[in-house]
């Protein structure tokens, strides 16, 4: 079984600052990763993911995340944030090859950027 | 093209009442899941269908729960006899299925569901 954990509920940073999201999980197999993003009442959208190759992987809106199989980490990063950053952020984790194609969440991350 | 829709938006209903919440998938995704997102249990699966059957229905909370898709299209989550607990944000996304769990979710904009 997987699992995902994310242990900031909240992170305030301000715009034009960096920021990190932690993401590490928990798997007995190989995994895909991936971030997603859900603006305030809306839907979830995906920023990035990572399936196999490069472990550095670029995602839309100039996020980035890096895979550590030794971690077990998949932290997002972004180095200058906007206003319009601040939404809430899911780390999630797939399974290759099984008979589901379900994703498990993480409790989610609340990026709040201010100015 | 269109996205992911659901509907209601938003359902009020009063407990033991029974409700339905429907989704209409990207055309052409084979593959769709029903997650539920509530405070305090973040993002939780619940159903995932391949075409009409569903391969993995391992995230249902109970049997009050149950989802049915026609088609190859629209599905229907019923939730009967519905509990306060029941209170959340329905998510329905869909995907191109090729296999392998790789693919990117498109997830609908979700239904809003409060019980009384």
């Known amino acids: 079984a997987q699992s995902v954990t994310q242990l900031d509920s909240q992170v305030p940073v301000f715009e034009e600052a960096p920021v990190e999201l932690r993401c590490n999980y928990s798997?007995?197999?190989?995994?895909?990763l991936f971030w997603y993003v859900q603006y305030p009442n809306q839907g979830l959208q995906l920023l990035l993911k990572?399936?196999?190759?490069?472990?550095l992987v670029k995602g839309i809106n100039g996020f980035e995340a890096e895979f550590n199989k030794s971690q077990t980490s998949f932290h997002l990063r972004k180095p200058s944030v906007h206003i319009s950053d601040t939404a809430e952020y899911f780390c999630?984790?797939?399974?290759?090859?099984?008979?589901?194609?379900?994703?498990?969440f993480g409790t989610g991350t609340l990026l709040a950027v201010q100015p | 093209g269109a996205g992911v829709s659901q509907s209601p938006s938003n359902k009020v209903t009063e407990k033991g009442k029974d409700v339905e919440l429907r989704c209409d998938p990207i055309?052409?995704?084979?593959?769709l899941y029903w997650y539920r997102q509530s405070l305090g249990q973040g993002l939780e699966f619940l159903i995932y269908?391949?075409?009409?059957?569903?391969?993995?229905k391992s995230g249902l909370p109970s049997d009050r729960f149950s989802a049915e898709r026609t088609g190859g299209s629209v599905s229907t989550l019923t939730i009967q006899r519905t509990q306060q607990e029941d209170s959340a944000v329905y998510l329905c996304?869909?995907?191109?299925?090729?296999?392998?769990?790789?693919?990117?979710?498109?997830f609908g904009p979700g239904t809003r569901l409060l019980v009384l």
């Open positions: 990572y399936l196999s190759g490069s472990t």
């Open positions: 999630a984790v797939g399974a290759p090859g099984g008979a589901t194609n379900k994703l498990i």
């Open positions: 798997s007995s197999v190989s995994v895909y």
């Open positions: 996304a869909s995907s191109l299925a090729r296999g392998g769990g790789e693919e990117t979710q498109y």
């Open positions: 055309s052409g995704h084979t593959a």
């Open positions: 269908f391949q075409g009409n059957s569903a391969p993995d």
